[in-house]
């Protein structure tokens, strides 16, 4: 009976994370155009911060129940979710424009502060520690990068305040446009907090390990909103708001869903976790920076290649569950 409940939560989820995605899309672009600053921008925040909540809370609560891995397998997996499974469906649906300062700036910000991440979580290659942890102080390395991240929008801000270009009329009226972007928030929010807890306890009672279905269950449960954002989006040929709320989303990851609650808590030590996992979060970062700046274009082929290359990743984390 039990099972049954879980799985309707499951279904009911998906739908108001279906809806609230459809929502939250066209109020973040019609606020755009109201306000005349550029859909990225809008995508770096609004969006990006508000689908990055049921990564927050997850992390907060892994915290309160000492499951470290949890949280970081959490941050881990939905980066590189993000951008290998979110930017890859993408991109297969339609082919990706990426704005010149998106390529020369956000682009390499999001891979610089991901590379501080790896080397901070790595002191028993790098450092030659006893154990791996993640400090207080390196979470305020990453909330100090973070700062830098709030300093380039709010130039951005700036910039796009002083142009006079055209922006196109917006859908709805400011105060309607609002009333949609926190609808949807509210349904994409609480639809993946559905899904995860539902799929989480299903997962939970065949004893899968909290690596496994941090980077699986959790990471995938949490990316939902992301997902289906970026999926209305890119059937919309809202390509800024696409690129904004992936690269915002990991950047808020690293920055705030990680670091913000070890900021509170103190150190933390993730058991688990091997060298590939982290080498996958470097590679996806990697990737996206390369193939956006070759001609600022992510095309269909080069979606299909991440896409690829996600399957063969988590096909060697399942593996590992049943090897």
Known sequence: MEIILQIALLIIGFVLLIKGADWLVDGASSVAS?????KLLIGLTIVAFGTGAPELAVSFSSLLNG?????VGNVVGSNIINVLLLIGIAAVIRPIKVKKDTVSKELPLLLLISTALIVLLMDVNLAEAV????SRADAIICLLFFCIFLYYLLSLARKNKKEARKIEKPKYKLGKSFWFVLIGL?????GSELVVSSASF?????????????????ALGTSLPELVTTVMAAKKGESDLLVGNIVGSNIFNICIVLALPVVFS???TPNNFEVIDLGMLLLSSFLICFLAR???NITRTEGILMLVIFLLYYGYVVYGVFA
């Open 294 to 296: 070759r001609d600022h």
């Open 266 to 268: 103190g150190s933390i």
């Open 202 to 218: 299903i997962a939970s009672s065949v004893g899968i390990s909290e690596r496994v279905i941090s980077l699986t269950i959790i």
């Open 186 to 190: 509210v349904g994409v929010v609480g």
């Open 67 to 71: 499951s470290t891995d949890i949280l």
């Open 34 to 38: 109201n306000f005349k600053v550029s």
């Open 131 to 134: 154990i791996n942890t993640f």
